[in-house]
């Protein structure tokens, strides 16, 4: 079986995590508070690639200082960023909180994911002043990806494809070398594409999207394959 990187998840279950490792998906999981680091730290899992960061929905509840010790020993930092369509917290708590932890980040020269919803244009402003390695993912506005693709940032074909005229701009726009795929987990996946969605689905919602780059892009599948493994083991190594 190929091995297929999944470059943006949540913890989800155990059984999740289990059928992923089982299937050759290695996921990019990213813990968004103290208590899901706490869990993520301490799976030992092949298939698992780790990264941590105060989630924009957890910038008024999770304590910064609570996470540093994560982020300094995270090789990855994220997801990370600002959100006014799906959640409550304060505009100007969550930049407090997605600034202090760019500047880490900057600091020590750790790739970014970037979690940007309604917050597009100001965040691309920001991580200007942060220059670094960085994953936009699922990104789905119509406007404004070139902020970041000038930048050369990452991103990810969300797990709607071509269903969403958003994603497809994604994939026409962002150059095979920064191209990923991503479930955001088996949730997020049912969120977006229904309920009949199952676990033994996942393999297919990211052969899927691969399918949509080579079609897209006019390469084989074999090369889709390849590039979406190396632009998210050169994106994890920070380059
Ligand atoms: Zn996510």
Wanted: net charge negative; with cysteine; charged share 30%.
């Amino acid at each position: 079986m190929r091995t297929i990187y999944d470059a943006h998840a949540h913890l989800g279950t155990e059984e999740e995590r289990r059928w992923r490792r089982e299937h050759g998906i290695v996921t990019m999981v990213c813990a968004g508070d103290q208590e899901e680091s706490k869990v993520l730290s301490g799976l030992e899992d092949s298939h698992l690639v780790k990264a941590y960061g105060i989630h924009p929905w957890k910038a008024d509840s999770q304590d910064f200082e609570e996470m540093v010790p994560f982020l300094e020993k995270a090789d990855i930092i994220g997801e990370i960023g600002m959100d006014r369509i799906w959640c409550q917290v304060p505009i100007k708590r969550q930049r407090e909180i997605f600034e202090r932890q760019l500047a880490l980040a900057f600091c020590w020269k750790k790739p970014v994911v970037l979690h940007v919803k309604g917050m597009e244009r100001e965040a691309a402003k920001i991580i200007r002043r942060y220059p670094g390695t960085y994953l936009v993912h699922w990104y789905s506005d119509m406007e404004g990806l070139e902020d970041y693709l000038e930048q050369g940032c990452y991103a990810t074909v969300g797990p709607d494809g071509m269903r969403n005229p958003a994603v497809c701009q994604v994939l026409e726009k962002t150059p095979l070398s920064r191209l990923m795929v991503e479930t955001d987990g088996l949730g997020a996946v049912q969120w977006a594409l229904g309920d009949n969605v199952k676990l033994q689905d996942l393999r297919n919602v990211l052969e899927d999207s691969i399918q949509s780059i080579a079609v897209q892009k006019g390469v084989t599948m074999e090369e889709a394959y390849q590039w979406t493994e190396a632009n998210f083991l050169r994106f994890a190594a920070g380059k």
